[in-house]
């Protein structure tokens, strides 16, 4: 008899944008007629920056001659890509990180999500609340949790992240071996200062403990003062792995391009306390369970740091940008608190009753679609998040509509 992973029949449900698309479907499914204004899942919808086209289709013509052509490349990512991350995503910004401690892939949820399997079963893992619903769901996934009850998790330290303080989590009060961390955050928009995250990684040291930094919206930040690496913060490649991916900043969701970063300084344990390098055993995993991402893709993300690639990336971001400012004006203007907008593409909005309730009056009402805050956890019941990606005038609809039933 074939027995199954017991501890998904803890996972909620369904994953929270398969739910959302599927309620979205059946409404416009029994209302034809409605033009829906998709503000939730927080998909691109510009083309990729030409940069990346002109490159990927050479290397789409290099891969159409027996000459050029290429077979499985190395699983870590080729050199020319990780060369130009070190040097311009970290380098540039005085964190000294190396080449050979960037593992290229498809994706950061894919990588957020695997990374928590080089981890004990024991391993006390500390989560924000609301979160990015992958972090959590992998860890239940593998059995670091107990019983759903009360709308949380047993076993799970939920850092809350509330409007007192700033949406920004305090430092864990018991031991916690590994942490999840997401600036400019998912879903909250909010940002973390240098001295506040130097917290944290002297509690990781402290503690022995290991930071997973989700950078993916780093792309977004304006104010100079933020860090876009937790590199740039002292002590952390002993103590943090960090994710970054091009989906938002380059217009990639559909391209598939990401990388983490695992120093080789970064240590982990074993029972006995013996030390063991974090870059080995991921190297170990990446190499078993993945192919390396395709060299057309690799070739289109390295275009992306020319300097026209960066210049359109910039773009891209203003962009967004302009569309949360928009959302951000009509939504404070109507009298409700918003969080985020400014370094980051999601607007976090305090919906003065239920998220679910309010998703369905703007759905039914206004054809526009957000997402409800409660699907990140309990702490985000009360708030709903709206994603400044779409086109501008669609996002200025939007806003017209809600205006109108809200008023
Ligand atoms: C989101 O809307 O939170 C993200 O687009 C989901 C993702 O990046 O997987």
Same mark, same amino acid.
């Given at each position: 008899?074939?027995?199954?992973?017991?501890?998904?029949?803890?996972?909620?449900? %369904?994953?929270?944008?398969?739910?959302?698309?599927?309620?979205?479907?059946?409404?416009?499914?029994?209302?034809?007629?409605?033009?829906?204004?998709?503000?939730?899942?927080?998909?691109?919808?510009?083309?990729?920056?030409?940069?990346?086209?002109?490159?990927?289709?050479?290397?789409?013509?290099?891969?159409?001659?027996?000459?050029?052509?290429?077979?499985?490349?190395?699983?870590?990512?080729?050199?020319?890509?990780?060369?130009?991350?070190?040097?311009?995503?970290?380098?540039?910004?005085?964190?000294?990180?190396?080449?050979?401690?960037?593992?290229? %892939?498809?994706?950061?949820?894919?990588?957020?999500?695997?990374?928590?399997?080089?981890?004990?079963?024991?391993?006390?893992?500390?989560?924000?609340?609301?979160?990015?619903?992958?972090?959590?769901?992998?860890?239940?996934?593998?059995?670091?949790?107990?019983?759903?009850?009360?709308?949380?998790?047993?076993?799970?330290?939920?850092?809350?992240?509330? *409007?007192?303080?700033?949406?920004?989590?305090?430092?864990?009060?018991?031991?916690?071996?590994?942490?999840?961390?997401?600036?400019?955050?998912?879903?909250?928009?909010?940002?973390?200062?240098?001295?506040?995250? *130097? /917290?944290?990684?002297?509690?990781?040291?402290?503690?022995?403990?290991?930071?997973?930094f989700d950078a993916a919206y780093e792309g977004f930040i304006v104010d100079e003062s933020l860090p876009h690496s937790i590199y740039e913060i002292e002590g952390a490649k002993k103590v943090a792995v960090e994710f970054r991916s091009f989906s938002k900043t380059a217009g990639f969701t559909g391209t598939r391009?990401?990388?983490?970063?695992?120093?080789?300084?970064?240590?982990?344990?074993?029972?006995?306390?013996?030390?063991?390098?974090?870059?080995?055993?991921?190297?170990?995993?990446?190499?078993?369970?993945?192919?390396?991402?395709?060299?057309?893709?690799?070739?289109?993300?390295?275009?992306?740091?020319?300097?026209?690639?960066?210049?359109?990336?910039?773009?891209?971001?203003?962009?967004?940008?302009?569309?949360?400012?928009?959302?951000?004006?009509?939504? &404070?203007?109507?009298?409700?608190?918003?969080? /985020? /907008?400014?370094? %980051?593409?999601?607007?976090?909005?305090?919906?003065?009753?239920?998220?679910?309730?309010?998703?369905?009056?703007?759905?039914?009402?206004?054809?526009?679609?957000?997402?409800?805050?409660?699907?990140?956890?309990?702490?985000?019941?009360?708030?709903?998040?709206?994603? &400044?990606?779409?086109?501008?005038?669609?996002?200025?609809?939007?806003?017209?509509?809600?205006? *109108?039933?809200?008023?």
């Amino acid at each position: 008899m074939i027995t199954i992973n017991e501890n998904y029949l803890r996972l909620q449900a %369904s994953y929270l944008f398969s739910d959302i698309a599927k309620r979205v479907a059946k409404f416009q499914q029994d209302n034809p007629q409605t033009d829906v204004i998709k503000l939730g899942i927080g998909d691109v919808t510009k083309a990729l920056p030409q940069a990346a086209i002109t490159a990927f289709h050479k290397a789409v013509d290099e891969m159409a001659d027996d000459a050029s052509f290429r077979g499985y490349g190395p699983e870590q990512g080729y050199d020319f890509l990780r060369e130009a991350i070190a040097k311009n995503d970290f380098q540039a910004r005085e964190a000294e990180i190396a080449a050979d401690e960037i593992f290229v %892939s498809d994706g950061a949820k894919c990588d957020t999500g695997n990374f928590q399997e080089l981890f004990s079963e024991e391993a006390v893992v500390a989560i924000p609340d609301p979160v990015y619903p992958v972090y959590l769901d992998t860890n239940v996934m593998a059995g670091r949790s107990g019983e759903f009850t009360n709308g949380r998790f047993e076993n799970i330290v939920y850092l809350d992240c509330t *409007k007192e303080n700033g949406f920004v989590p305090d430092l864990p009060q018991e031991k916690v071996d590994l942490i999840y961390l997401c600036f400019p955050n998912n879903p909250t928009g909010s940002t973390i200062s240098k001295e506040e995250l *130097k /917290g944290w990684v002297d509690f990781a040291a402290e503690n022995k403990a290991l930071i997973l930094f989700d950078a993916a919206y780093e792309g977004f930040i304006v104010d100079e003062s933020l860090p876009h690496s937790i590199y740039e913060i002292e002590g952390a490649k002993k103590v943090a792995v960090e994710f970054r991916s091009f989906s938002k900043t380059a217009g990639f969701t559909g391209t598939r391009c990401a990388f983490t970063v695992v120093p080789k300084e970064c240590l982990v344990y074993d029972k006995s306390g013996a030390e063991h390098s974090l870059h080995a055993l991921w190297n170990r995993r990446h190499c078993t369970k993945f192919n390396g991402v395709s060299y057309p893709v690799q070739r289109a993300a390295e275009a992306i740091y020319s300097p026209e690639g960066q210049a359109q990336c910039k773009e891209l971001a203003a962009f967004y940008r302009k569309n949360a400012e928009t959302v951000l004006k009509t939504m &404070s203007g109507l009298g409700y608190f918003c969080m /985020g /907008g400014i370094n %980051s593409p999601y607007i976090w909005i305090e919906a003065k009753g239920g998220s679910w309730q309010f998703f369905d009056m703007l759905l039914e009402k206004a054809g526009v679609v957000c997402t409800p805050g409660a699907g990140f956890g309990s702490c985000g019941e009360g708030y709903i998040r709206i994603s &400044s990606f779409n086109s501008y005038e669609k996002v200025v609809e939007a806003m017209e509509r809600v205006e *109108k039933t809200l008023q």
